[in-house]
């Protein structure tokens, strides 16, 4: 792993980081993603403190994360009823069969 040092640009503040060389497209898309974000606030919104702006950010973006944690928490529950089923089957054929 190569270790590069990348400069986010946030909300008008430079943010230098020492990150795997690896990581650094998903930081250029990241830092879009609150870029437009930041944008299409000050537009619909009429605020002009960037603190303001930035919180709101935070805010969509731990809103998102956690509607996709649970996501996966759903698919992961289902994933183990599955194979409960699956097992389930599988010894009810067993006995069958023999």
Known sequence: MTE???????????????????????LNEAEKMIKDKLELYEKSF?????????????INFATEFLLKQSEISDYENIALQVKDTEQFLNTYLNKIVL
């Not at 503040?13 to 998903?26: A, C, G, H, M």
């Open 46 to 58: 009429s605020v002009k403190d960037k603190q303001d702006l930035l919180a709101m950010c935070i």
């Open 4 to 26: 590069v040092t990348v400069s986010l640009n946030i909300a008008g503040r430079n943010y230098p980081l020492k990150v795997n060389k690896e990581d650094v497209p998903k």
